[in-house]
């Protein structure tokens, strides 16, 4: 592949053509998906020692590509934003027995993809999206495991709805968030626009409908509604941690999430003080831990693959 056309993509400035002769030339062989990896570090290496670049080229930034609706048809193409400012690029297929596509996303990233119907969706670290590509029927139904946040294109007459493990999501066109996640029991639906009808799948006839600056969380097969938390701006959408009075545990846990690290302690006498704040998830997680480090009082050491993360 030519390396210009390479470097307009990374820049956000390759055209259609070029944008799905690109993804084409990714999928002819497995080879060709390393060789734009290196591209795209040596792209980000020309930036940090600041080698000569056109003007657009300017700083570590890059907004994602703004697809047509003619390339969203053509195939469902997805940008995983990565910590370090880099990504690559995935392109999902139709399962031919079930006629969907399925995105995951994994630790340390996040997904925008703009659906069949033009709904937006940012997908949080650790999430799956399933949807068919192209709605039928009365509904669009997508499915999710792990955090999304939504900006439903209106409908009136084909409603929305987000099926998870414990309750569904129905909507006609708002903004919400929803994290769902089987593993650790969680379930919370926040609504920011517009309204929505949130279901029990165990009993349908549970349900609540929400306002804005409403959310609902699933606690023991009830639907509990209250206040969106101040602090609350799903800022992890803009690459920011925002907390208030989390443990050291609970950050632990989410910097595993956002940093796509494993972090172990072996410590039982760890600082039992609440901590509020946000941390920017660009910094890295050697930053957040300095943070915590400030008010709590340990030390902590990476393996070799530097994957690993043991706190004494």
Not at 3 to 17: H, T
Not at 60 to 82: G, K, Q
Not at 104 to 128: F, H, W, Y
Request: proline share 4%; aromatic share 10%; charged share 30%.
């Amino acid at each position: 592949m030519d390396k210009e056309c390479l470097y307009r993509f990374f820049e956000n400035r390759a055209s259609v053509d070029e944008q799905r002769r690109i993804l084409d030339w990714l999928d002819e062989d497995p080879a060709h998906r390393r060789e734009m990896l290196a591209e795209r570090k040596l792209f980000d290496a020309m930036l940090i020692v600041g080698e000569p670049a056109p003007a657009k080229r300017a700083g570590r930034r890059f907004a994602l590509p703004r697809w047509t609706r003619e390339a969203i048809r053509y195939a469902a193409v997805v940008l995983l934003v990565v910590g370090t400012g880099g990504f690559f690029v995935s392109r999902a297929y139709d399962e031919l027995t079930a006629g969907a596509n399925t995105i995951s996303v994994p630790a340390g990233q996040r997904v925008n993809v703009v659906l069949p119907d033009g709904t937006k969706v940012c997908m949080n670290a650790l999430s799956e999206l399933t949807y068919p590509s192209a709605f039928a029927g009365k509904q669009r139904k997508v499915r999710l495991t792990g955090e999304a946040f939504f900006e439903v294109t209106h409908d009136a007459d084909h409603p929305f709805v987000v099926e998870t493990y414990a309750c569904d999501v129905e909507v006609l066109g708002t903004k919400f968030d929803v994290e769902a996640r089987p593993a650790t029991s969680e379930f919370v639906m926040s609504l920011v626009e517009g309204s929505v009808k949130v279901s029990d799948r165990n009993d349908p006839q549970s349900r609540v409908l929400l306002n804005p600056s409403e959310q609902v969380h699933y606690v023991n097969r009830r639907l509990v509604v209250g206040k969106i938390p101040e602090y609350e701006g799903f800022l992890w959408r803009d690459g920011v941690i925002a907390f208030r009075d989390a443990s050291f545990m609970e950050l632990i846990r989410l910097f595993e999430k956002y940093y796509g690290v494993h972090i172990e302690t072996c410590r039982t006498d760890i600082s039992r003080t609440l901590f509020t704040g946000k941390i920017r998830i660009s910094e890295g997680v050697d930053h957040a831990l300095w943070v915590l480090q400030q008010s709590a009082d340990f030390r902590y050491v990476r393996n070799d693959a530097k994957d690993m993360i043991l706190i004494k």
